[in-house]
């Protein structure tokens, strides 16, 4: 029974917002304070310096007023000028913020790397992964997978008959190889393998960055978390991924829609994912492989499996000649005949474009100029890459598609400008039942790709923006960061493997504040609201990291 109870004159405790992590002395920097809709009082924010001496406030600053969003009124509180580095906070009336940094390494230590070294290796699937005396999760998996009956299963999974080469039940083998368990559950659905090594493929052709402090050994089934092996870790984990999908491509002669365990009693295990099954192939207990006739997803992986064969080329140049065969075989044998599928068919040709420079992706990029061009908001940010290719050439066509290209960009940035001033985060942000970290993640990497390309249309500021907003600059009461053990407060109660813990996994990212319709931002400290808490591959925590190293780099230029 619910009884509730109203007090008249109770007044909502203005929330200071700030990056948990803090500031660069060089970038822009914003608090936002979030109060209730009656409070008309107008008080100072004071900027204050914690050093040995003690706390000194170094500036004053007038709120600005934003204005309403969802119940709350947002005031702005701009400390762009307060350079020095050191330990801050700020307070407004008698709220404080949570103390942050203002320093030149504020991204370089201890914000990206995590989810290298602790995240991905831990999600790894059909590996053994030890952190020292601690066992993450035992080999597991090992009797990947018998082919799924037709029918409709949990989770989205729904197999149809003739899809398959196998008989229902039939061992499909070589399957058991690679993959990351996503995330909360330990399905291995293909948009979350191919997704994310797409990302990392991305991240690692942008910085570069050098990290080893993994030792993965895919012969032996031992990852080593804290132990170089020699080899860079990004790479290592674009290859993972790489090797459950082309592995499961040449097993099935086309594409899995993903690997799930096969009933209801497996599917909420939480723990260690070697319990799962029995590791002996072949019986009752084993997981099924589903495929399925998905044109649209089958060109999304062909477009990321492209990018992939870039990276791994002269890291597993066998893997890397895989990638590119299964890429241009998808592409050549499925149809675009709805804008569904269109749409990753030219992202398909712009990789593959972009991999091995051949006519025929070119010829077919140009001949779709007119679906570019009127969902650039879609497609810009990784047309861009071409776009900027085709802007050198001497052929008429490219030049015609560059100059319309460009300017139909300048059409959405006026768009894009005007979602960004809808909210005090600077991003667009319509906040849903889901926590709306995810989409503003993306939406900041790929606008990541627009600002370097066309620094002269698109500002930096949507990148910084975005990162904030993850790392504690979001509405609600928690001020959060939504990347678990990065800040002096995070999320490190998480839907994860090991949520019944009321535990995290360092480098996890979560879903974040969700609404509470009709206005109400919420998020909670508990395991199991998946909408507010659940980490997942394909996006989050890559998108996460490659803001941050994004936000290394446009600092240094």
Partial sequence: IITPNVVADWMYQPVIQTSQIGYHPAQDKEAVIEMDIRDNRKETAQIIRIDADGEKVVKNVTPANWGKFLRY???????????????????????????????????????????????????????RVNEKYRVWHDCCHMDDARMAPAHNHIDGYDQKEGLSKFKSGEVVPGVNIGGWHDAGDFDLRIESQAGESYILALAYEAFHPNLDVTSIDQINRVTEIHQPDGKNDLLQQVENGALTVVNGYLALGRLYRGIICNDLRQYVLLGDAAAMTDGKIGNEDDRWIFTEDNPGRELSTAAQLAAVSRVLKGFNDTLSVHCLDIARKVYASTGSGNNRALFPKVQAAVELYLTTGEQPYMDFILDNQELIIKQIGRIGWYTARVEKQFAQMKNKKAKAFSTAFRKALTGYKQELDKQVQETPYGVPYRPNIWGAGWDIQRFGFQHYF????????????????????????????????????????????????????????????????????????????????????????????????????????????
């Fill in 450 to 557: 627009l600002t370097t390309a066309y620094p002269e249309i698109f500002p930096k500021a949507p990148v910084f923006n975005a990162l904030n907003f993850i790392l504690g600059c979001h509405p609600g009461s928690n001020q959060a960061s939504f990347a678990s053990g990065v800040g002096a407060q995070s999320a490190t109660v998480g839907y994860g493997l090991n949520r019944a813990d009321w535990s995290y996994i360092p480098g996890g990212v979560i879903s974040g504040t969700a609404l509470i319709r009709p206005d109400f931002p919420e998020l909670l400290t508990f395991p199991f609201l998946w909408q507010q808490t659940e980490y997942v591959l394909g996006g989050g925590s890559s998108h996460y990291m490659f803001l941050v190293l994004a936000a290394e780099q446009l600092l240094k230029q």
């Fill in 73 to 127: 009124n947002y005031l702005k509180v701009d400390f762009t000028d307060v350079k020095e580095p050191g330990l801050y906070k700020i307070k407004y009336d008698t709220s404080v913020s949570p103390i942050f940094r203002i320093d030149n390494d504020v991204y370089a230590r201890g914000v990206w790397q995590p989810v290298l070294e602790y995240f991905l290796p831990v999600q790894m699937c059909h590996m």
